[in-house]
């Protein structure tokens, strides 16, 4: 997959939306895989004011940009409409989610039958988590974070620094 052409790829441009409250490595393990298969990837920050963040918009946007820096055909972006919204004013024909375990099924199916009743013409694809990331989620980084737990085989040196920063923990 690493050498793929530009002609191998699909001629789609696809979102990866989600909160990224802060990205880890089973979300970036998502996007390493999904964008060689892409023409281009837009991995897009939720800004959802009825959900409380930890890191800021632009704090979120900046550990993307960091942990996705070598690969080229994947930028950064946010939005503060509906996600449908957003996919219609970018032009994008596909939403890629991932999927960890049958307890994400239930949302990301309902997720996905809405944004197709909105707009039609849009696609959900959902890669499956790889196995060593399955248990991780951003929540469970940022409790381990807080009492003081070592992070940084789960999350880039940047955001796990940035975490401790966060839970003025000193390590
Ligand atoms: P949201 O609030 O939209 O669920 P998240 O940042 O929690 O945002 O997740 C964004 C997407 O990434 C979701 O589709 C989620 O299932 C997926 N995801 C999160 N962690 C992992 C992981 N470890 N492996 C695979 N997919 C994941």
Sequence with gaps: MANQTGN????????????????????LDIIQRAAPTLHKLVVAV?????????FSIEERKQFLKTVTEGIPNVEVDSFDTLLVDYVRKKNIRVIIRGLRAVTDFEMEFQMALINKSLLPRAETIFLVTSTEYSFLSSSIIKEVA?????VTQFVHPMVAQGLYNKFGIKR
Excluded: I, M, W
């Excluded at 807080?146 to 070592?150: K, N, T």
């Design 8 to 27: 191998e790829r699909l001629r789609v441009k696809a979102v990866y939306p989600g909160s990224f409250d802060p990205v880890t490595k089973g979300h």
């Design 46 to 54: 939720a800004d959802n004011p009825s959900k409380k963040q930890c």
């Design 146 to 150: 807080a009492y003081g737990g070592d």
